[in-house]
């Protein structure tokens, strides 16, 4: 069982619709990623979050919305997607952006832009 | 900056047979090198790592895999697969010197065990 939690498993959306991607973490980890996954490749980090500031943006589209609310909590706000951006995105976690270990990812959210 | 190359996108092999799955990476400071694994609709996760210390790692599902400084590789072995391990495999790198986190990964060998 994974312990980074990401909500919902799977969205449908139109490109004028506004959704949200949630993702929890309950280990004491200060960072906090976003990665999109396309289909065969490996994941693309968008964002960063680390003490609950940004502190990298992979020059995403401003259609991608990062929040942090807290030190577990991690949203993604998406605005007028693009069927190209259909994918998985996953959430993942770290003890800080600056310690050695792992990234603990979640089981990703499938998203499809119609 | 690293960067990590997976040589074999992807790698059939029978049930029970020994599989090697090849990893190398480039970098101009030390590293920190992942195997991780994605099975179909799920997300990452971590088989192994190697931070310092003994270069033969050991990991999760029977697989290892051995540091090699001088050819800048970090191959992922297992001596009998099932198939159950038919998955998507990812190498990644990170910095060694704690300085910022951002992980690279290669692009991923697929592992397909036939019965």
């Known amino acids: 069982d994974t312990e980074v939690t990401q909500t919902p498993k799977h969205l449908v959306m139109g490109m004028t619709n506004k959704k949200s991607l949630k993702c929890e973490q309950h280990?004491?980890?200060?960072?906090m990623y976003w990665y999109k996954q396309k289909a065969k490749k490996p994941p693309e980090l968008m964002f960063v979050?680390?003490?609950?500031?940004?502190?990298i943006n992979e020059s995403v589209p401003s259609r991608f919305s990062p929040e942090c609310p807290n030190s577990s909590l991690l949203n993604l706000h998406l605005h007028a997607l693009q069927p190209e951006d259909s994918a998985l995105y996953l959430c993942?976690?770290?003890?800080?952006?600056?310690?050695?270990?792992?990234?603990?990812f979640g089981e990703g959210s499938r998203l499809t832009v119609l | 900056a690293q960067s990590v190359t997976q040589l074999d996108s992807q790698v059939p092999v029978f049930e029970e047979a020994p599989v090697e799955l090849r990893c190398n990476y480039s970098?101009?400071?030390?590293?920190?090198l992942f195997w991780y694994v994605q099975y179909p609709n799920q997300g990452l996760q971590l088989l192994l790592k190697?931070?310092?210390?003994?270069?033969l790692v050991k990991g999760i599902n029977g697989f290892e895999a051995e540091f090699n400084k001088s050819q800048t590789s970090f191959h992922l072995r297992k001596p009998s697969v099932h198939i159950s391990d038919t998955a998507e495999y990812f190498c990644?790198?990170?910095?060694?010197?704690?300085?910022?986190?951002?992980?690279?990964f290669g692009p991923g060998t697929r592992l397909s065990v036939l019965p």
């Open positions: 990644a790198v990170t910095r060694g010197d704690n300085y910022g986190q951002n992980f690279v």
């Open positions: 280990m004491g980890h200060r960072a």
């Open positions: 979050y680390s003490y609950e500031k940004l502190s």
């Open positions: 993942a976690s770290s003890r800080g952006q600056g310690a050695t270990g792992e990234l603990f």
């Open positions: 970098s101009s400071v030390s590293v920190y």
């Open positions: 190697y931070l310092s210390g003994s270069t």
